[in-house]
Structures are given as structure tokens and as C-alpha cells.
């Protein structure tokens, strides 16, 4: 039998290579790549046999896992209920953002529940840790602080205390004896990944790991870490706001793009239990390239005010700055409106903003920007009690969007009386708001500002 050819693998970046060579194409590092033992070609290689996999059916029950509330009901809700016993929970977001921060005051919310909780720090002394608990008002919460890299002794201190929940800030700082890399490194963020994740399988400790994010806003390190975890959480907002976004983008236990609102205060984050009056402005008066878009985010629905701004450009090619939207979706948009509904925006700058810093990414907000984009060409104000929902196609046609009822109940809650939604959506006549159904693009121009 043919033995496995070796691999070789760049350990500053990961890539594979055919053979040994000094420096890496891919990120041009040099003495970097190592040989990696061969997998087992399967059974027939090996000298004696496995054990056999005990095997269940699909429609085996099990009890659904118990979980642990933080008290802090933003958090509960983007976990999926609360806190599962022995999940793995990596958390990105941008330096500065407040993910110690927030970290810390679950640490302290859930230990002021009865669990054990330990806080690993290996960018900061624990002095540094205590100083913002003070800050906080935290410092008398039963929560076990360590400053430690080495992982061995951290996998060593969690076997002995068996905390509840261990948080280690952050991977990146972790390192491995057993890897000859530098800390941060891909191979050594994976290899401690996977230590850390098999630690809570087996010895049923939940663990949350904080992540360094890429110029991207990825998460730094290798893509498998984020297979590897069971849940993964973007702690997102713009340094000019004061308003943090907590976004589930994988979740095992629970529904995945759930959102959590918090406000940065002098004492730390604190929750926003109505999003959607936070993210609308002064809505007293109408001002054109204003419009409210109904948006689903996760579960909940929540209204965020589009804004547009218009204006002759004195450049060759025009400017198109986008905050908080797609910028190819725009693109899309202006030129669905100059194909079909003949308004061209040629020799125009566009400028458009999602308020608040939230980040919207579902299509049903193209109606939304369409109508911003229209009236702050037109300089025609939108009724200020008038939401707007639905998808654009490239022919022009308004599509249907899932949970109008939650939009359209929402909506009237914060006092809106009408809503502009494409042909055919489900509102099963649940609502006192005035609905106008537009067909297409065309119909909605012709409607709205008086052409088509």
C-alpha cells in the first residue's frame, strides 16, 4: 500500500503547500512552513480495529439544554435564552468597542446568580481588570480574576475550580508550549481554540472567547475557529455613537442575526429595551431624504431611519458614500430607477446613512432607499408617519417581504399611521394603518412624486 504524501503548511497564515520551501507565496513570510503528519487513509491502515459509534434515530427526545439568565436581558436574548452549559461563545468586535466591558458586567451578573465564574485576561493585569470594576460599580460581584498567556496553566487553574463560565480575553494573547509559533499566530489561535473548546465538551465549563477583528471587521485567525465554536457574536457600533449593537451571526441554541441594543454610559453599557424609538430622530417635523424603514433583525422588528442626501457633483465621476447599507445594493437601486422609471441621478452625489449606526442587510429596506434617494433628489418631503418595506427587482416589480404583521405592529406602536409595502403581502387585516400597495417601482414614483 502507498504511503501519504506529506503536507506542508504555512504556520503565519495556513497555506498549503505540495513541498518544503523557505518562503511562503501566499504571505510571503519566510521559514514558516512546517510539515504536517498525514491523515490515516482509513481503516485498512490501521493495525486493529475501533470501537463501534453507539447510533440513535432522528426521533430519539431529549430534554432541551438548561440554561442560565445574566439578568442582562439584551444578552439572554442574542444567546438564545440564556447561557448553555458547556457552549463555546467567541465575541469580535472593533478595539475600543466595549467588549471587556460587556464582558465583565456579564461576568459579574452571572456570578451575582450563584454560578462560578473565572475572568482570564491576557491583555491586561489584573489591576487594570479591577480598576474598571471600580469604574463599574462592579468590584463587589464574586467573580475569580486571573492575568495569565500560558494556556496549559489556565486549562490547569479551570480542571481545578470547574467554573460555570470561564471568559478568556483574548484568544489572540494565548499560547501553546506544544506549538512552535508566536502568539496570535494561526496556529497557535487554533490550536488554543480547540483546547478550549474540547475543555468545555468535556468537562461541561461554558467558555467565551474574545476575538481580534481584521481591518475587515472579520474575525482575526483562521475561518475554523468560528466552526469550531457554538456560537459566534459581532459587538458592533460606530465610535461617533454612543449606541452598541451585540449581533449573533452563528448560534447553535437559538436564532441567528438576533440583535442586542445597549447605550455606552459613564457607567458602562446599559440596556436599550426599545431600539426602534432610538434609532428615529425628531420625526415632528418632514424633512425630504428622510424615510423609515420596518426592518426584522433576528426576531425582533425594528424601525431605523434612512437618510439621503443629493447634490450636483463638481467631479468626472460621482460620489456614492454609503454608512450602514451595501454599497452594491445601492448601485442596484439607482440603476433599477434609471431603467425603469427614467430618473437618472447622472452628475449627482449620493450620499446615504442608516441613523443610530445601526447596520441594515435585508433587501426589504430597498423601498425604503429608493423613497430617500427620491425625495432628496425631488426635495419633496415623505408623510412622517409613513413606514416603507419591500424588495426591488432589477425589473422594477415590488416583492413581497416575511413578517409585514411585525413590522406593520410595531410600526403602529410608535405611533405611525400609514405604510407603503408592495402588492400582495400578507397583513391579514390586522391593522388600523392606512396601507398603500404599490405593484412596482413606477406606480410608487408616480404616487409619491407626482411622476413615472
Known amino acids: 500500500m502507498s504511503k501519504s504524501s506529506p503536507s506542508f503548511t504555512c504556520t503565519a497564515c495556513g497555506a498549503a503547500h505540495k513541498k518544503w520551501q ?10 514558516t512552513i512546517v ?6 487513509a482509513g481503516p485498512k491502515s490501521l493495525g486493529h480495529k475501533g470501537r463501534t459509534i453507539p447510533l440513535t434515530d432522528l426521533a430519539t427526545e431529549e430534554d432541551p439544554p438548561p440554561r442560565a439568565s445574566s439578568g442582562i436581558d439584551e444578552l439572554d436574548r442574542v444567546l438564545g435564552g440564556g447561557l448553555v452549559p458547556a457552549s463555546a461563545i467567541l465575541v469580535g468586535g472593533d478595539p475600543g468597542i466595549g467588549k471587556s466591558t460587556l464582558l465583565l458586567q456579564a461576568a459579574a451578573s452571572f456570578a451575582r446568580t450563584g454560578l462560578k465564574i473565572l475572568y482570564i485576561s491576557g491583555e491586561e493585569a489584573a489591576a487594570q481588570v479591577r480598576m474598571r470594576a471600580q469604574r463599574l460599580g462592579l468590584q463587589d460581584a464574586p467573580v475569580g480574576l486571573g492575568a495569565e498567556t500560558n494556556l496549559r496553566d489556565i486549562l490547569t487553574t479551570l480542571d481545578a475550580e470547574r467554573p460555570a463560565l470561564a471568559i478568556i480575553d483574548s484568544i489572540q494573547t494565548m499560547w501553546l508550549d506544544t506549538v512552535e509559533a508566536a502568539p496570535g499566530s494561526v496556529s497557535q489561535v487554533r490550536a488554543a481554540a480547540h483546547e478550549l473548546v474540547t475543555f ?19 474575525i ?31 448560534n447553535r441554541f437559538g436564532p441567528a442575526d438576533e440583535i442586542g441594543v445597549f447605550e455606552m ?15 428615529l430622530s425628531d420625526r415632528d417635523r418632514p424633512a425630504p ?22 447634490a450636483p457633483s463638481t467631479l468626472g465621476t460621482p460620489r456614492r458614500t454609503v454608512v450602514g447599507l451595501d454599497s452594491g445594493r445601492l448601485s442596484t437601486i ?5 431603467a425603469r422609471c427614467g430618473i437618472p441621478f447622472t452628475g449627482l452625489d449620493v450620499f446615504l446613512n442608516v441613523a443610530g449606526g445601526l447596520r441594515v442587510n435585508e433587501p426589504a429596506a430597498d423601498l425604503a432607499v429608493a423613497a430617500a434617494l427620491l425625495s432628496a433628489r425631488e426635495d419633496v418631503a415623505i408623510p412622517p408617519d409613513m413606514v416603507l418595506f419591500g424588495e426591488i427587482s432589477l425589473s422594477g416589480a415590488l416583492r413581497p417581504v416575511g413578517q409585514t404583521e411585525n413590522r406593520l405592529k410595531e410600526a ?17 387585516g390586522g391593522t388600523d394603518m392606512r396601507l398603500r400597495e404599490m405593484p412596482d417601482l413606477t406606480a410608487f414614483v408616480g404616487e409619491m412624486f407626482g411622476a413615472g
Not at 22 to 28: E, M, Q, T, V
Not at 229 to 239: I, P, Q, S
Not at 289 to 310: C, H, K, M, N, Y
Not at 334 to 338: D, G, I, N, R, S
Open 200 to 218: 468545555a465538551k468535556k468537562r461541561g465549563v461554558a467558555v467565551v472567547l474574545v476575538g481580534h477583528v481584521t481591518k475587515e471587521g472579520q
Open 220 to 250: 482575526a485567525g483562521p475561518r475554523v475557529v468560528e466552526h469550531m465554536v457554538d456560537t459566534v457574536l459581532y459587538f458592533e457600533g460606530e465610535r461617533g455613537h454612543q449606541f452598541r449593537i451585540l449581533r449573533a451571526v452563528k
Open 412 to 428: 403602529s406602536k410608535l405611533g405611525f399611521q400609514q405604510a407603503t409595502l408592495p402588492t400582495g403581502s400578507k397583513t391579514a
Open 289 to 310: 431624504g428622510s424615510a423609515v424603514f420596518a426592518g426584522i433583525e433576528g426576531t425582533r422588528p425594528v424601525l431605523t431611519e434612512i437618510q439621503a442626501l443629493v
Open 334 to 338: 439607482l440603476a433599477v430607477l434609471e
Open 22 to 31: 523557505g518562503r511562503c507565496d501566499a504571505c510571503g513570510a519566510w521559514n
Open 265 to 279: 454610559t459613564g457607567n458602562g453599557l446599559a440596556q436599550v429595551t426599545n431600539p426602534s424609538a432610538l434609532f
Open 35 to 40: 510539515e504536517e503528519a498525514p491523515l490515516s
